[in-house]
């Protein structure tokens, strides 16, 4: 009719295989890089029926997820931990090479300027100082920095999150795709070392190092550290002195990880299967 002639087109293989799983026609195409296959008509609806019906609710369910993970992440790692300290200009109680007690001394040893009598030694502490003022000599002395209680929680409920929902999450996927592709034989050379073909993905290989610096992260832990000499006011704290010995080593973990989680986001770019065809 009017010159043309009606075509009709099966998509049912572009869509699933002979086994019903969906079809790899999509994935072949693209690696094909033959802008007109991909700009043909019926490769452009499958793609985009695809994508309005199945695609769609899974890539925004997957990205909302790793958006709220990131920010747990930051939560856990840059907000909370730099929230004021509580207590941490509160006065301690005289100890040993402290000032305990004060009296007053004369010219004639009954009265006069004021001073101040220490018991043991006079070792001052690093959060500690003496400050003179005129014939008066004060001794002041203060805890260490303790972020107050709800905010270490806060911060203990978020790493756990991280550790298990996370970490979890992408060790879970890790060792399925590695016992899947060496069970069929698909590996890739990367010159003398074989690796799982799914590697080849630099998506993919980006979340396999974040798996690693998260479970590195895990290992140097200062919380972890501190458990074993906190005492119950303290609890969960991660400022003790074993926790600030591996404290700058984790956050080498923590940076590191922070720029893998922000380079996974880039794929947020990939909108509609049209754009990322063109």
Same mark, same amino acid.
């Given at each position: 009719e009017n010159g043309e002639r009606r075509v009709n087109y099966y998509v049912k293989h572009l869509v699933v295989d002979a086994e019903g799983v969906f079809s790899k026609a999509t994935e072949w195409i693209t690696e094909s890089r033959d802008p007109k296959i991909v700009c043909h008509p019926v490769v452009a609806m499958v793609t985009d029926m695809v994508w309005s019906k199945v695609a769609f609710?899974? $890539?925004?369910? !997957?990205?909302?997820? $790793?958006? $709220?993970?990131?920010f747990i992440f930051i939560l856990s790692q840059s907000i909370f931990t730099t929230l004021n300290n509580e207590d941490s200009l509160a006065p301690l109680p005289p100890t040993a090479g402290m000032a305990s007690s =004060? =009296?007053?001394v004369g010219a004639d040893g009954h009265g006069g300027h004021r001073m101040l009598s220490f018991s043991?030694?006079?070792?001052? @502490? @690093?959060?500690?100082?003496a400050s003179f003022i005129g014939t008066t000599t004060y001794m002041h002395r203060y805890e260490e920095p303790v972020r107050p209680h709800g905010v270490r929680v806060a911060i203990l409920c978020c790493r756990i999150f991280i550790y298990v929902l996370s970490m979890g999450q992408w060790m879970f996927y890790h060792i399925r795709n590695t016992v899947k592709n060496c069970r069929a034989g698909d590996v890739a050379r990367w010159g003398r070392c074989r690796l799982p073909q799914y590697l080849c993905n630099w998506q993919d290989l980006a979340s396999l190092g974040l798996t690693l610096l998260l479970l590195l992260m895990l290992c140097l832990e200062p919380i972890l550290y501190c458990l074993g !000499?906190?005492?119950?006011?303290?609890?969960?704290?991660?400022?003790?002195?074993?926790?600030?010995?591996v404290s700058f080593t984790y956050s080498l973990m923590s940076t590191g990880a922070m720029l893998l989680y922000f380079l996974m986001l880039s794929d947020l770019s990939v909108l509609s299967t049209r754009v990322s065809a063109f």
């Amino acid at each position: 009719e009017n010159g043309e002639r009606r075509v009709n087109y099966y998509v049912k293989h572009l869509v699933v295989d002979a086994e019903g799983v969906f079809s790899k026609a999509t994935e072949w195409i693209t690696e094909s890089r033959d802008p007109k296959i991909v700009c043909h008509p019926v490769v452009a609806m499958v793609t985009d029926m695809v994508w309005s019906k199945v695609a769609f609710r899974t $890539f925004l369910f !997957g990205k909302a997820w $790793f958006l $709220f993970t990131i920010f747990i992440f930051i939560l856990s790692q840059s907000i909370f931990t730099t929230l004021n300290n509580e207590d941490s200009l509160a006065p301690l109680p005289p100890t040993a090479g402290m000032a305990s007690s =004060v =009296v007053e001394v004369g010219a004639d040893g009954h009265g006069g300027h004021r001073m101040l009598s220490f018991s043991g030694a006079t070792t001052y @502490p @690093p959060w500690g100082y003496a400050s003179f003022i005129g014939t008066t000599t004060y001794m002041h002395r203060y805890e260490e920095p303790v972020r107050p209680h709800g905010v270490r929680v806060a911060i203990l409920c978020c790493r756990i999150f991280i550790y298990v929902l996370s970490m979890g999450q992408w060790m879970f996927y890790h060792i399925r795709n590695t016992v899947k592709n060496c069970r069929a034989g698909d590996v890739a050379r990367w010159g003398r070392c074989r690796l799982p073909q799914y590697l080849c993905n630099w998506q993919d290989l980006a979340s396999l190092g974040l798996t690693l610096l998260l479970l590195l992260m895990l290992c140097l832990e200062p919380i972890l550290y501190c458990l074993g !000499g906190a005492d119950a006011d303290h609890s969960f704290t991660d400022l003790c002195d074993a926790g600030r010995e591996v404290s700058f080593t984790y956050s080498l973990m923590s940076t590191g990880a922070m720029l893998l989680y922000f380079l996974m986001l880039s794929d947020l770019s990939v909108l509609s299967t049209r754009v990322s065809a063109f």
